[in-house]
């Protein structure tokens, strides 16, 4: 899975998030599939230090971007999470400059914490 140049440093490689899921196993990758083409990965993690679960990692290949495959993953895993777990709300975050990625997510509910982690990222909580 690749992003555009524009978009690498906004998020880690596929291939890191998986090296990152074996090390550390509270993390929970997952391909994301149109019919029998992988077009994507997702990973969400129940943070140990927090005890919020965290929607960790979102990418879509280069090829399949601005088909809607980004809202519908994170719509799946929203659902995924509730349904297995029933949390109050999960967090996701961002890097400031990556504008699309705050409209989608404020698009699809949502909202920012007023919170900077990893130095810079700005987190998002959706409330269920």
Not at 42 to 70: A, H
Request: glycine share 4%; hydrophobic share 40%.
């Amino acid at each position: 899975m690749d992003v555009t140049e524009a978009q690498e440093d906004f998020v880690a490689s596929t291939m890191y998030s998986l090296a990152e899921a074996k090390i550390f196993t509270e993390n929970q990758p997952f391909a994301i599939y149109d019919e029998e083409q992988m077009v994507g990965f997702i990973m969400y993690s129940l943070d140990p230090d927090d005890n919020q679960y965290w929607v960790t990692r979102l990418l879509i290949d280069e090829k399949f971007q601005q088909k809607g495959y980004c809202s519908l993953a994170m719509k799946n895993i929203l659902k995924l999470i509730k349904n297995e777990f029933n949390p109050k709300c999960v967090y996701t975050s961002f890097e400031p400059e990556n504008k699309v990625a705050e409209k989608l997510y404020l698009k699809l509910g949502f909202l920012h914490t007023g919170r900077i982690i990893d130095d810079d990222e700005l987190v998002l909580e959706y409330i269920y």
